[in-house]
C-alpha cells in the first residue's frame, strides 16, 4: 500500500456536503473513503458529476444515520444519500462471489477492509480511495503510477475480471479515449478471449459505453481499440466492415477510418 498527500479540487459546495458525509460515518466508529473514477477524474483536473463512497459500514447503519436515503442497490449494499447539490451513492465494503451472467455477482459478501474492497473493482486507475479529512490518497493497486503512465490495467488478472463482467472490455475502451491512455498490453490481450462473454451484455448498455465514447475528444482511440479486439464486429458490424474499403479519389481514408475520424471532429454535445 502506498499514501500519497493531495488535496484535489472538489467544488468548495460539493467538498462541503463530502465532508459531512465522512464526519458522519468516522464519528460513529465507521471508515468512509471517495473511491472510483470520481477520484481518477480529481487527480486529472477533469470535471466530476458523480461521487461515490466505500465505507465499512453496513447500508442498514447508513439509512439510520442520515435524513433522506434511497436504498438504491441494497443486495450489492448500496445506499444513495440526497443532500443539497448531489445524491451520493455509499457502498460496503464487499466482496463478490462467481459472475454465471458475465455482468453481476451471484453473491455478495460484505467485508471489512478497504483493501478487499479495492481488490475486486475493474482498473487500478479506479481503485484509488481518497481521504477527505486527511487529504491522503490510499493506492493498493498501483493506480498512481497508471495513471501517470497514462495506463488502463485491470486490477489483478484481465481474464478474470472481464470474464466477471463483460462490459469491463468495452469501458477500457472509453476510458482510453477519454482519457488518452494507453490499454495495457496483458489487457488488451484478454479482451479477444472473453468476447462470448462480452456478447452477453444488453444492447442498452453497449450503446451507453459508445454514447459516452462519442463525448471524448477523440473517439477516434476508443473505436481503434473496439476494431483490434474485436469487440467491433459485436456492436457495429457495419462500421468494422469499412475497413480497408477504399474510397474514390477525393477521400483520403477508407470507410472505417473516414468515420471515426469524422466522430472526432463533430460536435460533442449530444452526440446521438
Known amino acids: 500500500m502506498k499514501t500519497y498527500t493531495v488535496t484535489l479540487a472538489i467544488p468548495p459546495r460539493v467538498a462541503k456536503e463530502i465532508k459531512a458525509i465522512c464526519t458522519t460515518l468516522t464519528s460513529n466508529g465507521h471508515e468512509c473513503y471517495l473511491i472510483g473514477g470520481s477520484v481518477r477524474d480529481l487527480i486529472l483536473g477533469i470535471p466530476v458529476y458523480?461521487?461515490?463512497?466505500a465505507t465499512n459500514a453496513h447500508p442498514e447503519d447508513v439509512m439510520k444515520l442520515f435524513k433522506k436515503v434511497v436504498p438504491?442497490?441494497?443486495?450489492?449494499?448500496?445506499?444513495?444519500?440526497?443532500?443539497?447539490?448531489?445524491?451520493?451513492?455509499?457502498?460496503?465494503?464487499?466482496?463478490?462471489?462467481k459472475y454465471t451472467d458475465g455482468r453481476h455477482p451471484d453473491t455478495v459478501v460484505f467485508s471489512k477492509t478497504l483493501k478487499e474492497d479495492v481488490e475486486r473493482r475493474d482498473f487500478t486507475i479506479?481503485?484509488?480511495?481518497?481521504?477527505?479529512?486527511?487529504?491522503?490518497?490510499?493506492?493498493?493497486?498501483?493506480?498512481?503510477?497508471?495513471?501517470?503512465?497514462k495506463i488502463i490495467r485491470t486490477i489483478g488478472d484481465p481474464l478474470q475480471r472481464f470474464s466477471e463482467d463483460g462490459l469491463r472490455p468495452f469501458r477500457a475502451?472509453?476510458?482510453?479515449?477519454?482519457?488518452?491512455?494507453?490499454?495495457?498490453?496483458?489487457?488488451?490481450?484478454?479482451?479477444?478471449?472473453?468476447?462470448?462473454?462480452?456478447?452477453?451484455?444488453?444492447?442498452?448498455?453497449?450503446?451507453?459505453?459508445?454514447?459516452?465514447?462519442?463525448e471524448a475528444d477523440k473517439p477516434s482511440e476508443g473505436f481503434e481499440y473496439l476494431r483490434v479486439t474485436g469487440l467491433l464486429d459485436l456492436c457495429m458490424p457495419e462500421l468494422s466492415q469499412g475497413f480497408g474499403m477504399e474510397q474514390n479519389k477525393y477521400h483520403m481514408y477508407d470507410i472505417y477510418y473516414h468515420s471515426i475520424y469524422s466522430c472526432d471532429a463533430a460536435p460533442k454535445e449530444k452526440p446521438l
Open 173 to 214: 475502451c472509453r476510458l482510453a479515449a477519454k482519457l488518452h491512455f494507453s490499454i495495457h498490453k496483458k489487457t488488451l490481450e484478454a479482451i479477444p478471449q472473453v468476447l462470448e462473454i462480452a456478447k452477453k451484455i444488453s444492447v442498452e448498455r453497449v450503446r451507453d459505453e459508445i454514447k459516452k465514447m462519442l
Open 126 to 149: 479506479n481503485g484509488l480511495a481518497y481521504d477527505i479529512n486527511t487529504s491522503k490518497i490510499i493506492d493498493y493497486v498501483g493506480g498512481m503510477d497508471d495513471i501517470e503512465k
Open 50 to 53: 458523480d461521487y461515490d463512497f
Open 72 to 97: 438504491t442497490g441494497i443486495k450489492h449494499g448500496t445506499v444513495t444519500v440526497l443532500m443539497h447539490y448531489a445524491q451520493y451513492e455509499i457502498t460496503t465494503y464487499r466482496a463478490d462471489g
